[in-house]
């Protein structure tokens, strides 16, 4: 029953999509809960139907993605990955070098492979590569990061974008994106994204040189917690007598008694019974203070092994974790993860106060002391990306390797002949892995990310919403009203900045469920070839250059390596202008009837 009358329908739509945009952009909720909202004020003004919503998980695309990401993941747990990264760039010394190859390769490979997976891979190795070569992670990570989004653009499966809008495109009875003129668009995007980078490099990238010039004993500075033990030889002591003043690597910030936070530190403060100290510090020196003879107390359950060895691992908070929004303490997070956070990194931000007291943030960089049951946590969860410490390397069987190349013989079959679609393509993919035992339940525990599925179900539900109720050719009369006197390469360039703004501040599915209907409504209404118009969103949907909240691969790379939201704003705003100048250039010429 439709509670809002007809002609105030498109009304009601774009006030939902405006909200949304604003509680995305404000991060007052989880973007799956944003969205969720979202649909469920759809839903009882009876502008959705519940059929609406529900045909989102029948979707071929979002299917597609879903076995995507499965596959990746089954391809990672498998092969030694690390191996093969070292045989790749092992002959690689120079900077330049370095950054031409690793963009290069790992363009291509993202225009096979989920992105996020590829950039969660190479994060560690690209650096510690700048850890060997002196080279500050800030001039690696944004490269790393923009390579696998315009990488991901030279062909269908390459990023879930142009998925999703293949499947709006056959629900709606349109012609798929061509995947020739893609693959052409792609390339030239690629290649002018990469030259660009590696030219302005040197001076649009910051240099971090506070980290780099002591990378030997430091990483980024953590905000440390350190509670001392019953007999630690500091109590009763001055904080210069008891030598806190003369650390090497931290240094004492806070002193945090019952309630009552003490800062700045004088000199002659007496070190009382159960005061947390809280220092700044390094990685390696962290793990140093708490075997020091200061009488530091290990967190419980997680001492040191008989050697004397303490398993330290850095992690940073996912876009989509359950433990934004809540402390340390909140979360339960020593319970749940077999770890306990001693220390934590936050870019461009003081932090003060009892590590527990903090809330988290997405972004936010976790040094944590971890137990053995930490990894197969952190895999049930996925609320952090491991980015350092202990890692598990692969070493397959030859038993391994026969399996790797029937699996690419598979692949190179189905692209070749080209005899099945997609998604067929990709089922039978899976099925043979899962026959292999190269994807196990486990994998699908570990590796599904339960919110993307939801977020894709609902942006779908999103853009019907706008084609049922007109909101699209509602919006789109303005558009045509206002650039129509200037041709079609004006309107052209207008949806799409509008889809570039829309992907710079949400997810890049919710931009392209927000321009699909609207330019599917403004070529309607002009009755224009709508296959360039198409293309044009689908590259601006993938723009996400200019933030880091604007794709899940900026947020990744956002707190190791080291940046500030302006650093993706001074990289991020002329690599768009260079990106979609070349997109639109490219679809012009290939349209040439159109323009």
Not at 279 to 308: C, M, Q, R, Y
Request: aromatic letters at 8%; a positive charge; charged letters at 15%.
């Amino acid at each position: 029953m439709n509670l809002i009358p007809t002609e105030y329908q498109p009304i009601v739509v774009m006030g939902v999509i405006a909200l949304l945009f604003i509680f995305l952009y404000k991060e007052i909720f989880k973007p799956t809960v944003t969205f969720l909202v979202a649909i469920l004020i759809l839903l009882l003004t009876g502008i959705l139907s519940p059929r609406d919503v529900l045909e989102g998980f029948s979707n071929q695309s979002l299917a597609s993605i879903v076995l995507l990401i499965l596959i990746t993941a089954g391809i990672r747990s498998n092969f030694n990955i690390q191996g093969f990264l070292d045989y790749i760039f092992g002959r690689v010394n120079t900077y330049k070098t370095f950054l031409a190859s690793m963009m290069a390769k790992v363009a291509i490979l993202s225009s096979f492979v989920n992105n996020t997976p590829v950039v969660v891979l190479m994060t560690p190795y690209v650096f510690e590569w700048g850890k060997k070569h002196k080279i500050s992670p800030s001039k690696l990570l944004i490269p790393l990061s923009y390579s696998t989004i315009v990488g991901g653009m030279i062909t269908v499966i390459g990023t879930s974008t142009t998925l999703v809008l293949n499947g709006f495109l056959i629900n709606n009875g349109l012609d798929p994106i061509d995947p020739i003129n893609l693959l052409i668009i792609g390339s030239c995007v690629t290649i002018a994204g990469i030259f660009f980078l590696i030219v302005s490099s040197s001076k649009l990238l910051p240099d971090r040189k506070d980290l780099i010039e002591t990378f030997e004993n430091q990483k980024r500075e953590y905000l440390i917690e350190k509670r001392l033990s019953k007999h630690s030889p500091l109590v009763g002591q001055k904080v210069k007598e008891g030598g806190l003043r003369n650390l090497t690597g931290v240094y004492l910030v806070e002193i945090v008694r019952g309630q009552q936070i003490i800062s700045p530190v004088n000199p002659n403060e007496v070190v009382e019974k159960n005061d947390i100290l809280i220092f700044a510090g390094n990685t390696e020196k962290i793990v140093d203070l708490t075997l020091s003879n200061l009488g530091i107390e290990l967190p419980s359950k997680l001492a040191p092994t008989g050697e004397g060895n303490i398993k330290v691992v850095e992690g940073v908070i996912s876009a989509n974790s359950s433990l934004i929004g809540k402390t340390i303490k909140e979360s339960n997070f020593r319970e749940r993860y077999d770890a306990a956070v001693v220390a934590i990194h936050r870019n461009g931000e003081k932090l003060s106060g009892k590590i527990g007291w903090i809330k988290i943030k997405a972004g936010d960089v976790l040094l944590m002391y971890v137990g053995n049951s930490f990894q197969k946590r952190v895999d049930i969860y996925k609320d952090l990306y491991i980015i350092s410490g202990e890692q598990q390397e692969i070493r397959p069987s030859q038993n391994n390797k026969n399996k790797l190349i029937a699996l690419l013989g598979v692949v190179l079959t189905l692209l070749v002949t080209q005899f099945f679609g997609l998604f067929v393509s990709l089922l039978i993919i899976f099925s043979l892995m899962v026959f292999m035992k190269l994807i196990t339940v486990q994998n699908v525990k570990r590796d599904l990310d339960i919110n993307l599925v939801v977020i894709l179900v609902l942006s779908l539900a999103l853009g019907q919403a706008m084609i049922k109720t007109g909101s699209g050719a509602l919006i789109a009369h303005q558009i045509v009203n206002y650039l129509q006197p200037y041709g079609n390469i004006a309107l052209l360039i207008g949806i799409t900045v509008i889809t570039t703004i829309l992907t710079s501040f949400i997810t890049n599915v919710g931009a392209i469920a927000i321009a699909f209907p609207l330019t599917l409504a403004t070529i309607q209404d002009l009755n224009l070839e709508g296959a360039p118009f198409y293309l044009a969103i689908a590259f601006a949907a993938s723009a996400a250059f200019m933030t880091p909240i604007g794709y899940q691969t900026n947020l990744i790379v956002y707190g190791p390596g080291g940046y500030t939201f302006k650093d993706f704003l001074k990289v991020g705003l002329p690599m768009t202008i260079v990106y979609l100048t070349v997109a639109l250039t490219a679809i012009i010429l290939l349209y040439p009837n159109v323009f």
